[in-house]
């Protein structure tokens, strides 16, 4: 009721009161879906923009409510993150990742990097590069298969970040820097971090190429990425028109409904087993 008279002071306190409510029982709510397995893996490939061979998977988490069905990750992810139940949510998806990976390669099919998105309360956590360490170890995944995303936000903090960085990539680990453009961060740190993946967030391609000021844009961030000696992604590509541009641009990777959604572990299974055999 999104509408009605908002200069009503009590709308407001039944409105922000609500809102409450439904957090405070979300937090309690998460820990309970972990511990009950409602929670799972979707992966969505990445391509290689020319050869359009899938050179990698995001893993994307879900949230399978029995009452409510699907639950989006940008409806939890926040409320997770503040409450800080993420270290240990973020945690299951390393597990998840890393095994899943694991047993791909174990079948025979294509070794290829999984990639991790990683919340910057999760990255800050002095335990994070050990818990790494520890999945990676015990799933038998090698370290050059795991991929973390990390978002620009994280920049502006170089010096806490720096040294963990610097030990994740010492290991072995590729760092891509996600979202890339939404956020505020200088050029300088992105020079200076040992980072290897660029990837463009979605609200640049989103207009391209009919929007001349997004193709400019777009193409400057491609340009400067490629500058710093990264390789480039471009996230959210929906067209055939997006493509074109980015392979014009010379962007190196690309990700997006124009090749697949985000499947399920069984139809990922299957993308990578019809990929292995032509
Ligand atoms: P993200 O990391 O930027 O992931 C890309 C999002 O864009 C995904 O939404 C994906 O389904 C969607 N997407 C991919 N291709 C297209 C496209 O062509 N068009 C459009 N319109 N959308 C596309 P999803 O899966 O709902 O995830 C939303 C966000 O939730 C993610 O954004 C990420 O920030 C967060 N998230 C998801 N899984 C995790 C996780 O395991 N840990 C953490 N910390 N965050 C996660
Ligand atoms: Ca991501
Ligand atoms: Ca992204
Ligand atoms: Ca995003």
């Known amino acids: ?18 809102k409450l409510i439904e957090r405070v029982n979300m937090e309690k709510r998460l820990p309970r879906a972990l511990a009950e397995g409602e929670f799972e893996l979707f992966y969505q490939p990445k391509i290689h923009a020319v050869t359009m061979e899938i050179i990698g998977m995001e893993a994307l988490l879900r949230w399978n409510d029995p009452e409510e069905g699907m639950i989006s990750p940008a409806s939890f992810i926040p409320i997770a993150e503040e409450c800080g139940f993420i270290v240990e949510l973020g945690e299951w998806v390393l597990w998840e990742a890393c095994r899943t990976n694991k047993r791909w390669q174990d079948q025979g099919l294509p070794k290829l990097p999984i990639s991790v998105n990683v919340s910057a309360v999760q ?5 994070f590069v050990q818990t ?18 990390v978002t620009e936000s994280l920049l502006n903090e170089p010096a806490l970040i720096k040294d963990r960085l610097d030990s994740l990539k010492g290991r072995g680990i590729n ?8 956020g505020y961060s200088s050029i300088f740190y992105l020079k200076e971090l040992p980072l290897q993946i660029l990837k463009i967030d ?4 989103q207009n391209t190429p009919h929007s001349q000021r997004d193709s400019l844009l777009l193409r400057s961030i491609i340009q400067l990425g490629k500058s710093l000696g990264l390789t480039v992604l471009a996230e ?10 980015l392979r014009e641009n010379e962007c190196d990777q690309i990700q997006g409904y124009y090749y697949s959604r985000p499947v399920d572990c069984k139809t990922m299974t299957r993308m990578l087993e019809d990929g292995s055999t032509n």
């Open 132 to 149: 790494v360490g520890t999945v990676l170890e015990k799933t038998g995944l090698a370290p050059e298969f795991l991929e973390l995303e």
């Open 123 to 127: 990255f800050k956590h002095p335990q």
């Open 202 to 205: 979605r609200t640049f391609i």
């Open 175 to 182: 760092l891509s820097i996600d979202d890339f453009g939404t």
């Open 236 to 245: 959210g590509v929906e067209t055939e028109q997006q493509l074109q541009f």
């Open 1 to 18: 009721a999104k509408t009605e008279n908002i200069s009503n002071p009590h709308y407001f306190d039944y409105y922000l009161m609500d």
